[in-house]
């Protein structure tokens, strides 16, 4: 059984950055894919990234591609999702995902393991 636990999250103004943080125990970290989604007021829950067990495959949602970079520490048991030039409709509450496999993947219903969530909140 995997728990994970995110921080980071907060209010920011417009244009400005916030790193996100799961810490994942309970499992052998390298064997799991990781993502992230995030979920606003009355909407459903939508993808934002993805990140294979070694690292080197990332995947985006268009609404972030550029402006968001996921990463992982296998060692620390960590991901980490930086988020640049944030915008008002960034504001949702931010989950992490696990799942043992070997693809990126991009469907919540895909994956196993989930966080509490962490609030981030863009405005001025």
């Known amino acids: 059984q995997v728990q994970l636990v995110e921080s980071g999250g907060g209010l920011v103004q417009p244009g400005g950055s916030l790193r996100l943080s799961c810490a994942a125990s309970?499992?052998?970290?390298?064997?799991?894919?990781m993502g992230w989604f995030r979920q606003a007021p009355g909407k459903e829950r939508e993808f934002v990234a993805s990140i294979t067990r070694s690292g080197v495959v990332t995947s985006y949602a268009d609404s972030v591609k550029g402006r968001f970079t996921l990463s992982r520490d296998n060692v620390k048991n960590t991901v980490f999702l930086q988020m640049n030039s944030l915008k008002p409709e960034d504001t949702a509450v931010y989950y992490c995902?696990?799942?043992?496999?070997?693809?990126?993947?991009?469907?919540?219903?895909?994956?196993?393991?989930w966080g509490q969530g962490t609030q981030v909140t863009v405005s001025s």
């Open positions: 309970g499992g052998t970290f390298s064997t799991y894919v």
């Open positions: 995902a696990a799942v043992s496999d070997f693809t990126v993947r991009i469907a919540a219903r895909q994956y196993d393991y």
